[in-house]
C-alpha cells in the first residue's frame, strides 16, 4: 500500500427490507424540527413518505418540508433549502431519495450557518467549512452515487455552465443512513441501469491509477464483477431482492473512500460527464457511459498492463496467443457489449451534446492528472468529438 493514511467513516449504515424501523433509533439523538428534504415525488407514490413521515411523528418531531430537489440540484434550490434551515432552525437534514437528495442535504449542511456564498466557497474556492454543521440522515431510494456513506455533494450551476463537486470530510459525510434495497424497486430501468454504470465508473476511476500491487485493486476487481453479475438479473427481474441488494451495497463500497485508500485515483471520466451535465443536465450515469469508452480507449496505452489486468480479472478474457495490447482491447471490448446489454446511452448527441458545444464543454472540464495519461485541452476536445 503506497503513502500514508488515515481511515474513518463517521456514517453509520442501517442495510435490509427491515432497516426503516432504525429511524427511530436514531431521531432522538437530535433536537426537534427535521427539514425533510425529497426530490421531485417518486417518494409520494411509493408510500416511502408516508412511512418515514409517521416515524417523525411517532418520535414528535416537527417536519420543514424540503421538497422539488432536482436531479443534478442547482445552486438556486441550495439557497433556497438554506433559507428554509434558518427561518425554521432545523436539527436535522433527513433526505429521502437518491445522490440528488443527499448530496443537497449535504451542501445545505454546510451553509446554513456559514456567512459567505456557499457557491464561492465550496465550489469556486474549495475552501472547508470552518461553521457549525447541520447533522445529515439519508434514507435511500436509488443505488448509484454512494452520497450516502460519502461527503460528495454536486451543485450545478446552470448560469455559470458548471456542475462540480466537493468533497467534503467526515464531519459532512451523513451520520447514519438507511438502505432498503426494496425501495429501489419502483425505480424506472433507465435510473437503474444509470445508477448501475455509476457505481461501476467509480470503481474504475479508483482502479485505473498506478502500477504497485494494492490490496484496494483485488477490492475493487470483486466489485466490479459483482456489480456485472447482479446487473444482469435486476435487468431481467428488477424485482428480484438478491440482485438489487448487492447492487445497493456495492455501490456504497465503491465510492465511500475504502477502495481509494493508497490509490492515486483518475476521475477524469467523471470531470469529462460533470461537463457534459453542465451543458445538457443528462442523468448523472448516462453522461458516464457516454464518454467512458472514447477515453479509456485513449489512454489504454499508458496503462497498458491495468487494463490488459482488467481484461482477464473483470471480464475473464484469455492470454493464450494474444499481445497484451490485444487482450486489453478484448477487455474494453466485454465492458462495451455490457453497457449495450444494458441499453446505456453511449454517446452524447442523444444526450443533447452538439458540435458547437464542444469547446464549451472543454473549457468546463477541469483537468486532472493522476491517472495513466495527463489529459491537455487538445485531446479533451478530441475525446469529446470521438464522444459525439
Ligand atoms: O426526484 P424523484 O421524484 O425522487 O425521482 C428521482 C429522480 O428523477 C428518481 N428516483 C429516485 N429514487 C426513486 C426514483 N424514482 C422511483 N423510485 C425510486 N425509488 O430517480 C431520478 C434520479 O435521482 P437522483 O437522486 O438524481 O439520482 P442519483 O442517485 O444518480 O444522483 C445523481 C446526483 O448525484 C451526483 C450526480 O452528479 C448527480 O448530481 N453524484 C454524487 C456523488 C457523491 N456524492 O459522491 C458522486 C457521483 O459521481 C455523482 O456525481
Ligand atoms: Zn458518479
Known amino acids: 500500500m503506497l503513502g500514508n493514511f488515515s481511515y474513518v467513516n463517521a456514517t453509520k449504515l442501517y442495510f435490509g427490507e427491515d432497516s426503516l424501523k432504525f429511524l427511530n433509533d436514531e431521531l432522538p439523538k437530535y433536537g426537534e424540527t427535521v427539514q425533510?428534504?425529497?426530490?421531485?415525488?417518486?417518494?409520494?407514490?411509493?408510500?416511502?413518505?408516508?412511512?418515514?413521515?409517521?416515524?417523525?411523528?411517532?418520535?414528535?418531531?416537527?417536519?420543514?418540508?424540503?421538497?422539488?430537489?432536482?436531479?443534478?440540484?442547482?445552486?438556486?434550490?441550495?439557497?433556497?433549502?438554506?433559507?428554509?434551515?434558518?427561518?425554521n432552525k432545523v436539527d436535522l437534514l433527513l433526505a429521502v431519495g437518491g445522490?440528488?437528495?443527499?448530496?443537497?442535504a449535504k451542501a445545505v449542511s454546510v451553509s446554513v450557518h456559514c456567512d459567505e456564498d456557499p457557491w464561492e466557497k465550496y465550489y469556486i474556492r474549495f475552501e472547508e467549512p470552518t461553521c457549525q454543521i447541520v447533522p445529515v440522515g439519508c434514507?435511500?431510494?436509488m443505488a448509484g452515487t454512494g452520497s450516502e456513506m460519502n461527503?460528495?455533494?454536486?451543485?450545478?450551476?446552470?448560469?455559470?455552465?458548471?456542475k462540480i463537486g466537493h468533497i467534503f470530510g467526515e464531519e459532512v459525510m451523513p451520520k447514519f443512513s438507511i438502505l432498503n434495497p426494496k425501495f429501489t424497486f419502483s425505480l424506472p430501468k433507465r435510473q437503474m441501469v444509470a445508477g448501475i454504470y455509476d457505481i461501476f465508473n467509480h470503481i474504475c476511476e479508483q482502479y485505473f491509477s498506478g502500477e504497485d500491487d494494492n490490496t484496494s485493486d483485488y477490492l475493487s476487481e470483486g466489485l466490479m464483477k459483482s456489480v456485472v453479475h447482479s446487473s444482469r438479473i435486476a435487468l431481467q427481474n428488477p424485482e428480484d431482492y438478491e440482485a438489487r441488494s448487492n447492487i445497493m451495497w456495492a455501490a456504497t463500497w465503491a465510492l465511500?473512500?475504502?477502495?481509494?485508500?493508497?490509490?492515486?485515483?483518475d476521475w477524469m471520466v467523471h470531470m469529462l460527464g460533470q461537463a457534459v451535465g453542465a451543458y445538457t443536465d443528462a442523468t448523472h450515469g448516462m453522461t458516464l457511459a457516454a464518454v467512458s469508452l472514447p477515453y479509456y480507449r485513449y489512454i489504454l496505452p499508458y496503462g497498458l498492463q491495468k487494463f490488459k489486468?482488467?481484461?482477464?480479472?473483470?471480464?475473464?478474457?484469455?492470454?493464450?496467443?494474444?499481445?497484451?495490447?490485444?487482450?486489453?482491447?478484448?477487455?474494453?471490448?466485454?465492458?462495451?457489449?455490457?453497457?449495450?446489454?444494458?441499453?446505456?446511452?453511449?454517446n452524447i448527441r442523444e444526450l443533447g451534446a452538439t458540435e458547437d458545444m464542444i469547446e464549451g464543454i472543454a473549457?468546463?472540464?477541469?483537468?486532472?492528472?493522476?491517472?495513466?495519461?495527463?489529459?491537455?485541452?487538445d485531446e479533451v476536445v478530441s475525446i469529446l468529438k470521438a464522444c459525439l
Request: glycine residues 12%.
Open 363 to 377: 473549457d468546463a472540464t477541469v483537468l486532472v492528472d493522476r491517472g495513466y495519461k495527463a489529459l491537455n485541452r
Open 256 to 265: 465511500n473512500t475504502l477502495i481509494a485508500k493508497g490509490k492515486s485515483t
Open 151 to 162: 461527503g460528495g455533494a454536486v451543485i450545478t450551476n446552470h448560469e455559470a455552465k458548471l
Open 309 to 346: 489486468r482488467f481484461a482477464m480479472e473483470v471480464w475473464g478474457v484469455r492470454p493464450e496467443g494474444k499481445t497484451d495490447l490485444q487482450v486489453a482491447e478484448e477487455g474494453l471490448a466485454a465492458m462495451e457489449g455490457w453497457m449495450q446489454e444494458l441499453g446505456l446511452t453511449m
Open 36 to 87: 425533510l428534504i425529497y426530490g421531485g415525488g417518486s417518494i409520494k407514490k411509493n408510500g416511502i413518505y408516508d412511512a418515514v413521515v409517521e416515524i417523525l411523528h411517532a418520535n414528535r418531531k416537527k417536519i420543514v418540508e424540503d421538497g422539488g430537489v432536482m436531479p443534478n440540484p442547482t445552486v438556486d434550490k441550495l439557497r433556497e433549502g438554506v433559507k428554509i434551515a434558518r427561518e
Open 139 to 141: 434514507v435511500l431510494t
Open 99 to 104: 445522490g440528488s437528495c443527499c448530496d443537497y
